[in-house]
Nanobody, 124 residues
Framework: QVQLVESGGGLVQAGGSLRLSCAAS????????VGWFRQAPGKEREFVAA????????VYADSVKGRFTISRDNAKNTVYLQMNSLKPEGTAVYYC?????????????????WGQGTQVTVSS
């Protein structure tokens, strides 16, 4: 089992920045890819970004390309999502998720573990 805890959410004005963190604990020694998804009220959960175990492969949703950066520090078992130039439509609960594989996926059903989520609110 892998436990995930997100932090770093909050209220920010449009154009501002936030950095989300996802700390993993438990059986992390076997390696895992990590993704970030978000869900706005009344909408389905959508893919935001993902990173492979090595950190070499990174995938982003078109809506965040050029503004968000995903990174990881395996020594700390932590993955980060740097979010710049935030837009009001980015208001959502952001979830960190991990899968027992080295490679990334953009599909929520292919992830094995989920955090509780952290709220991000972008005011206009």
């Amino acid at each position: 089992q892998v436990q995930l805890v997100e932090s770093g959410g909050g209220l920010v004005q449009a154009g501002g920045s936030l950095r989300l963190s996802c700390a993993a604990s438990g059986r992390t020694e076997s390696g895992y890819a990590v993704g970030w998804f978000r869900q706005a009220p009344g909408k389905e959960r959508e893919f935001v970004a993902a990173i492979s175990w090595s950190g070499v492969r990174k995938v982003y949703a078109d809506s965040v390309k050029g503004r968000f950066t995903i990174s990881r520090d395996n020594a700390k078992n932590t993955v980060y999502l740097q979010m710049n130039s935030l837009k009001p439509e980015g208001t959502a609960v952001y979830y960190c998720t991990a899968r027992r594989a080295m490679v990334v996926s953009t599909l929520p059903g292919e992830y094995d573990y989920w955090g509780q989520g952290t709220q991000v609110t972008v005011s206009s």
